[in-house]
């Protein structure tokens, strides 16, 4: 019989997601995973190193389990959750919207999908949303569909795209990011496999670049400029090493290759 406490999560918002929200009230957001820029890095001063009670703002539970970062937009938090038990299952996929100084919950969406496998240590829900002050995009995807949906902030579904199928040994673990009028996300996986940018307003693809595939990635890209030139969309995976596309038209700038196994 499951139990109650293994089909919930619980979500904190502990020292450092209140100096987060503070600085969200200031006018600085944490839009997307690892922060604005993909650095995980955040000016606040006086982070406590050792946790306590007191250390909390709020303590909240939330049905499912989930291993993606909040995002904070202005007053909204955005977080995902899954259900299911074990290695199969995550038929139901899950996007909270909070409310960032309180945690009480402003409205969920949720989307089906098939039972899936994944690695033990993961989730179903481990895609951390993006969100550019208008809409949240979030991505979920099983074996046959691996979607990306962009909500208002009101809870509206705006768009929705698939991608096609999505195989890999641990499941989901890429992030969407946005940059400039574009929502990117990597599709490196066991199969075919792409980088895809679209419209952040309507959905539309604007790009979509063929990636060489042998076994799926789970790294989310980030955007770079080095020395004032152009911006760089730096991506990850196993089949190219290191590789930089130009994120505003998907041409592949350059790649490393494969790079080497450590040593054992």
Not at 36 to 43: A, F, H, I, K, R
Not at 87 to 113: N, P, V, Y
Not at 191 to 198: I, L
Request: hydrophobic share 35%; aromatic share 10%.
């Amino acid at each position: 019989m499951t139990s109650p406490r293994s089909l919930r999560t619980t979500i904190a918002l502990a020292a450092v997601l209140a100096a987060a929200w503070s600085a969200a009230a200031a006018g600085d957001n944490w839009p997307r995973f690892r922060g604005e820029d993909g650095s995980g890095v955040v000016e606040q001063k006086g982070l406590p190193v050792t946790w306590s009670a007191s250390d909390y703002a709020w303590n909240i539970e939330l049905p499912g389990v989930g291993h993606a970062s909040p995002v904070i937009w202005d007053e909204k938090l955005f977080i995902t959750s899954s259900l299911g038990e074990g290695s199969e299952g995550g038929e139901i996929r899950l996007l909270f919207c909070l409310d960032a100084a309180t945690g009480k919950e402003q409205w969920s969406r949720s989307i089906g999908t098939s039972s899936t496998h994944r690695h033990l240590k993961n989730s179903w829900a481990s895609s951390t949303p993006a969100v550019d002050g208008e809409r949240v995009y979030v991505a979920f995807a099983d074996e046959e569909n691996f979607y990306l949906s962009a909500y208002d902030f009101d809870g509206e579904l705006v768009w929705r795209r698939n991608l096609g199928p999505f195989q890999s040994q641990h499941g989901l673990g890429v992030s969407p990011i946005v940059f400039e009028e574009l929502v990117i996300i990597p599709n490196d996986q066991d199969g075919p496999s792409s980088v895809v940018a679209f419209d952040r307003r309507t959905g539309r693809t604007v790009w979509s670049t063929l990636r060489v595939f042998n076994t799926a990635s789970y790294a989310t890209p980030l955007v770079i400029r080095h020395e004032g030139g152009p911006p760089q969309l730096i991506c990850s995976a196993g089949s190219l090493g290191i590789s930089s596309l130009n994120p505003h038209t998907g041409r592949t700038n350059w790649a490393t290759g494969p790079l080497p196994e450590p040593s054992r």
